[in-house]
């Protein structure tokens, strides 16, 4: 069964950095991409960006490039979620998500979700 | 960001049947048969209900189906249970930039 773990809550401060996780098991990790999704407080989903582990190829949302580092690390099936300057509006519930290697066309799997909350 | 749209809320009493549209673009929705649902309960993580319009995962009931004609997909639940109350969220896989795009989500009531 597919599982993936994700860090803990997290309060920060604007202009700090930030990196979350997200933990596979269950799975060959090379096997699916995993995709990054935020959800604002009351609001819903959004798309950020997906990696494949196998070669760290990545593909982020216009909304989201420049601002936002993913990344992984097959040789603890592991991904990344970076911030390197926060800000207030990056507060949100992220959500790691897993999507099949060769049909990439929906979200099988969800992490449980890590709050991050940016505030001075 | 969101471009598809759903309406905010439906409700519905114990038995009855829902429907919950997904309207967007036709760049969005018009060609893509790869329309997914996700339900959300409060303080959860999403989880997959449906995918390429109308196939239901192993695990999720029969009572969850979905269709769609041109520029709408809807999600239908029959013999609505207490714990379908819930958001649901539909999802269109695009070929812009964005790849993924949601709806801004419906709540479902069950009276």
């Known amino acids: 069964e597919v599982q993936l773990v994700q860090s803990g809550a997290e309060v920060k401060k604007p202009g700090e950095s930030l990196r979350i996780s997200c933990k596979g098991s269950g799975y060959i990790f090379t096997d699916y991409w995993i995709s990054w999704v935020r959800q604002m407080p009351g609001q819903g989903l959004e798309w950020m960006g997906r990696?494949?582990?196998?070669?760290?190829?990545?593909k982020y949302s216009p909304s989201f490039q420049g601002h936002v580092t993913i990344s992984a690390d097959m040789s603890v099936d592991t991904a990344y979620l970076q911030w390197h300057r926060l800000r207030a509006s990056d507060t949100a519930v992220y959500f790691c998500?897993?999507?099949?290697?060769?049909?990439?066309?929906?979200?099988?799997?969800w992490g449980q979700g890590t709050l991050v909350k940016v505030s001075s | 960001q969101s471009a598809l749209t759903q309406p905010a809320s439906v409700s519905g009493s114990l038995g009855q049947s829902i429907t919950i549209s997904c309207t967007g673009a036709s760049s969005d929705l018009g060609d893509s048969k790869y329309i997914s649902w996700y339900q959300q309960h409060p303080g959860k993580a999403p989880k997959l209900l449906i995918y390429d319009v109308s196939i239901r995962p192993s695990g999720i009931s029969y009572r969850f189906s979905g269709s769609k004609s041109d520029n709408a997909a809807s999600l239908t639940i029959s013999g609505l249970q207490a714990e379908d109350e819930a958001d649901y969220y539909c999802s269109a896989y695009t070929t812009r930039d964005i790849l993924y795009v949601f709806g801004i989500g419906t709540k479902v009531t069950v009276l």
């Open positions: 998500a897993t999507q099949r290697m060769a049909y990439p066309f929906y979200f099988d799997s």
């Open positions: 990696i494949d582990p196998t070669d760290s190829f990545i």
